[in-house]
Nanobody
Framework: QLQLVESGGGLVTPGGTMKLSCTGS??????VAWFRQAPGQERRGIQC????????YYTDSNRVRFTISRDNAINTVYLLMKNLEPEDTGIYYC?????????????????WGQGTQVTVSS
């Protein structure tokens, strides 16, 4: 059974930086994406990265402040978040889809992690 595990969340002050990690088996030839569910809102896509490192941007991409990357050698996908704002608060999830190409945000993803809480507050 494939598992995805997110880590790196926590409490950060506004303007701070945080780097989330998503680790799991079965990342070979897969696309992996980050999603966020803010309090009281539906889950929305942030960014996706393909097996060959091409990125695709979703609804809440925050391209100026957020950067997705991956290290295929250690089956890990990262989300680097800079200049964090209180509005970035939420549960961050990673999801995987076999095939290596980022789909549309609304696609049926194969696997989801349990999520990691990010709180931006002074």
């Amino acid at each position: 059974q494939l598992q995805l595990v997110e880590s790196g969340g926590g409490l950060v002050t506004p303007g701070g930086t945080m780097k989330l990690s998503c680790t799991g088996s079965g990342f070979t030839e897969s696309a992996v994406a980050w999603f966020r569910q803010a309090p009281g809102q539906e889950r929305r896509g942030i960014q996706c990265i393909e097996w060959r490192h091409n990125a695709r941007y979703y609804t809440d991409s925050n391209r100026v402040r957020f950067t997705i990357s991956r290290d295929n050698a250690i089956n890990t996908v990262y989300l680097l978040m800079k200049n964090l704002e209180p509005e970035d608060t939420g549960i961050y999830y990673c999801a995987r889809l076999a095939g290596g190409v980022c789909p549309m945000e609304s696609a049926e993803w194969d696997y989801w992690g349990q999520g990691t809480q990010v709180t931006v507050s002074s």
